[in-house]
C-alpha cells in the first residue's frame, strides 16, 4: 500500500479502496462477535492495521488526521494509533480529544490507551487530564481514563490516589465497570496489600466489586491463598 506524503480528498478515496482490499471475512466474523460498534466494518488484522499507521506516521500524519474519515472502524482505529505516535502535547490532545469523541466500543479505547508512550515521559501531566476524564458522564471517556491509569500508574506512589478515584466515578455502566475491574485485578498483583485493604471497603458497586475478585481469582500471577481470601469480600 502506497502511503502518500500529502493527503489529498483524492489520495484519501484511492487508500480507502486499498485498504477495503485487505479485507479477510473470517476474522471480521470473529472479531466483531467480540467487538460491537456503529461503524462500517472490513474485518482488518490489528499487526495489518499497525503496519499500515506506522508508515502514515513516518510520512505526514498531521496531514493524514486532517482527512481521515469515520465510515470505517479501522478508519477510526488507525486514526488512534496515529494519533500516538504524536511527541508534542499540545498537538497530541488536540487531536485525541477529537478522537475520543468517535470511541464507540472498548477496542478503540483500550488498543489506542496501550499505545500511548507519550504517557511515561509525561504522567503529572496525563493524571491531571485523566482526573478530568473520570469526572466525565460520558462511558468511553471515563472508560479512557480508567485504562490509563491500569496501564500506566499502578506503582506507589499513585496506589492511594487510584482508589480515592475509583471511589469517586459516578458513570454505572458495563464497559466502565469491567475497566474498573480489571483495573482492581491489576493493582492487586502489583500492589497486593493495600489492594486487599481497598477490597474490604470501598464505594464500588456490587457488580464491580464481585467481577474484580473474579478476574483476581482467574489470574495466575495470584497465590491460591490470595485467591481463597478475597471471596471474604465477595457481596450479595
Given at each position: 500500500?502506497?502511503?502518500?506524503s500529502e493527503w489529498t480528498k483524492e489520495s484519501y478515496k484511492v487508500f480507502l479502496r486499498e485498504l477495503c482490499m485487505l479485507e479477510d471475512t473470517s476474522y471480521k466474523?470473529?472479531?466483531f462477535k467480540l467487538i460491537s460498534t456503529n461503524y462500517g466494518k472490513i474485518g482488518i488484522r490489528m499487526p495489518i492495521l499497525k503496519d499500515i499507521a506506522k508508515k502514515i506516521a513516518k510520512k505526514n500524519p498531521i496531514s493524514f488526521l486532517e482527512i481521515v474519515e469515520?465510515?470505517?472502524y479501522e478508519?477510526?482505529?488507525l486514526e488512534g494509533l496515529v494519533i500516538t505516535s504524536i511527541k508534542e502535547l499540545?498537538?497530541?490532545?488536540?487531536?485525541?480529544?477529537?478522537?475520543?469523541?468517535k470511541i464507540d466500543n472498548w477496542a478503540l479505547c483500550d488498543y489506542i490507551v496501550a499505545n500511548m508512550k507519550i504517557v511515561k515521559e509525561n504522567k503529572k501531566f496525563f493524571y491531571k487530564k485523566i482526573k478530568k476524564l473520570l469526572k466525565s458522564r460520558e462511558?468511553?471517556?471515563v472508560r479512557v481514563g480508567i485504562v490509563l491509569l491500569l496501564n500506566y500508574y499502578i506503582e506507589e506512589y499513585y496506589i492511594a490516589k487510584i482508589f480515592k478515584l475509583c471511589n469517586n466515578i459516578k458513570v454505572n455502566t458495563y464497559y466502565?465497570?469491567?475497566?474498573l475491574a480489571w483495573l482492581i485485578c491489576e493493582c492487586f498483583i502489583k500492589q497486593k496489600t493495600k489492594t486487599y485493604t481497598f477490597l474490604k471497603r470501598n464505594k464500588l458497586n456490587s457488580f464491580t466489586q464481585n467481577k474484580a475478585i473474579s478476574k483476581i481469582r482467574e489470574s495466575d500471577h495470584i497465590t491460591k491463598n490470595d485467591k481463597m481470601k478475597v471471596l471474604d469480600f465477595k457481596r450479595k
Open positions: 500500500m502506497k502511503i502518500p466474523d470473529f472479531n469515520d465510515t470505517y478508519e477510526v482505529m499540545d498537538t497530541f490532545f488536540y487531536y485525541f480529544n477529537i478522537y475520543m469523541t462511558e468511553y471517556k466502565v465497570n469491567m475497566a
